[in-house]
């Protein structure tokens, strides 16, 4: 079974840093788009970033500039590079790959356990 494991989250002061990172394991053939979602308290879950299998990335507008999306596909691990934190980037924030199994015949969207970012002085 495939699974994402996240890390990285913490406490971080307004205008800091905090790199995330999400390695999936399992049976695994291809992993196609790794993307980063996030949801803050009282608040819908929302698409961050996303990067494809060749590397093309997009963020959403919030984050355009602060927040950097990459990864290592020979280690099957995707990275949130994020910078210049405001409080309004508190959320958890969530793993997310469509991955193909080996002997698959369709990819599965799996989901990682989900990090707590807290922005805060």
């Known amino acids: 079974q495939v699974q994402l494991v996240e890390s990285g989250g913490g406490l971080v002061q307004p205008g800091g840093s905090l790199t995330l990172s999400c390695a999936a394991s399992?049976?695994?053939?291809?992993?196609?788009?790794m993307n980063w979602f996030r949801q803050a308290p009282g608040k819908e879950r929302e698409l961050v970033a996303v990067?494809?299998?060749?590397?093309?990335?997009n963020y959403v507008y919030s984050v355009k500039g602060r927040f950097t999306i990459s990864r290592d596909n020979a280690n099957n691990t995707v990275y949130l590079q994020m910078n210049s934190l405001k409080a309004e980037d508190t959320a958890v924030y969530y793993c997310?790959?469509?991955?193909?199994?080996?002997?698959?015949?369709?990819?599965?969207?799996?989901w990682g356990q989900g990090t707590l970012v807290t922005v805060s002085s």
């Open positions: 399992g049976s695994i053939s291809s992993i196609n788009a």
């Open positions: 990067i494809t299998s060749a590397g093309i990335a």
């Open positions: 997310n790959a469509w991955v193909r199994e080996v002997g698959a015949l369709r990819d599965l969207e799996v």
